[in-house]
């Protein structure tokens, strides 16, 4: 495709605004359209991006918009995805769909397919993948055995039609999927309900085949945010901060790794040991990193894969995996003994701490 690529944005809330400004600064896309139930929210983005050399057009329907655009960005609700994508798909569009791809497991692989089958890029925002202190990782990639994460907002008041498994986890979730392509063994799961009708903590231990074992732990009820993720191999190990962005890698040292030094010498000093452990024999690195944009950086890549006919970094293939073992993890939900904090009026002298509402959050899901 020599022409510029035109874009819609499928979504006027908070991500369909930032993804709005974002495609004016890519080059080879121009925006085109931007689309919301809401006419005055849409009309609202495409008033502040429209130019005489690049009009922007409002519509409440996406349907009516199909003529003005080549592609398109869906930033609308998760419960919206698989209906809107699929629309799209068969209309010959290529598509990026904010994460999730959707909320289940069966439509996202129907759109993986759907994508792969007619020959149209079908992209997916797990934005971390592009995070500087992520992709400076590469080489601890190939053999990690082991990983800790831990993720955490104040409540977002947005995104309430998903848990914080898809809404927050999720990222952590395909960054460890892309360490490996060997299938899950075993997912143990826990979550918690404090302020909406899904969980708002939780936290899953999985398991890979491949030996790979991963702790990941997600909030959007915490008073203090953290993007934390420690990464074990046998050549050392790496912690990201992902909201800074930094990288510290430790290495170990050529005679640890070969355990050829005396230990029984040095632990009879312990304390002169514990002193020079980091300097002898554990090589800590810590990087500076440049801060990127990564939303605009995923948004150079969709569109570049569709100019060049190539495949982008996180395909539909890799955003359905991630939603087939959210999917997962919220089954290992149910299936354990599921509590949400209880109201003021349950609170009294006797009152259990908190109640088990397993069944009812099954109900939900069910309606």
Not at 3 to 8: D, K, Y
Not at 33 to 55: G, K, W
Not at 305 to 321: H, N, T
């Amino acid at each position: 495709m020599s022409r510029e690529l035109r874009v819609a944005v499928i979504g006027g809330g908070h991500l369909g605004r930032i993804h709005a400004k974002l495609l004016t600064q890519v080059d080879g896309a121009s925006l085109t359209a931007v689309c919301d139930p809401d006419l005055q929210a849409a009309e609202a983005i495409a008033a502040t991006h429209h130019c005489d050399e690049s009009p922007v057009t409002a519509y409440a329907n996406y349907r009516d918009a199909m003529g003005s655009f080549d592609a398109a960005v869906i930033a609308a609700p998760t419960q919206c995805h698989a209906e809107i994508a699929t629309t799209l798909l068969k209309a010959g569009k290529h598509l990026f769909v904010e994460k999730p791809l959707t909320h289940e497991a069966d439509d996202a692989r129907r759109l993986a397919m759907l994508a792969s089958t007619r020959g149209l890029v079908l992209q997916v925002g797990h934005v971390e993948r592009f995070n500087p202190a992520f992709t400076a990782l590469e080489e601890f990639g190939v053999d990690v055995k082991y990983v800790e994460a831990t993720r955490a907002s104040r409540f977002p008041g947005r995104c309430l039609d998903v848990g914080v498994v898809m809404d927050l986890m999720i990222h952590d979730l395909d960054l460890v999927l892309s360490l490996t392509s060997a299938p899950v063994r075993s997912i143990a799961a826990s979550g918690i309900s404090v302020v909406s009708d899904h969980e708002d903590i939780a936290e899953a231990r999985l398991e890979f085949e491949c030996g790979l074992v991963a702790n990941l732990k997600a909030s959007r009820v915490s008073p203090l945010p953290a993007r934390d993720m420690v990464l074990y191999s046998p050549a050392g190990f790496a912690q990201i901060d992902f909201g800074k962005p930094a990288l510290a890698t430790v290495r170990a040292s050529e005679s640890l790794s070969k355990r050829d030094f005396d230990l029984g010498t040095e632990a009879d000093n312990p304390l002169k040991y514990a002193d020079t452990l980091f300097q002898e024999h554990l090589q800590c690195e810590v990087r500076e990193l440049e801060p990127r944009n990564a939303i605009l950086d995923e948004l150079h890549d969709f569109v570049i894969s569709v100019q060049c006919g190539g495949v982008p970094v996180v395909d539909g293939s890799a955003g359905a995996r991630a939603v087939a073992v959210a999917e997962s993890i919220l089954q290992a939900i149910d299936q354990r003994s599921w509590y949400a904090f209880p109201s003021q009026s349950e609170v009294g002298a006797n009152a259990i701490p908190r109640r088990r509402i397993e069944q009812d959050r099954v109900t939900r899901r069910a309606a």
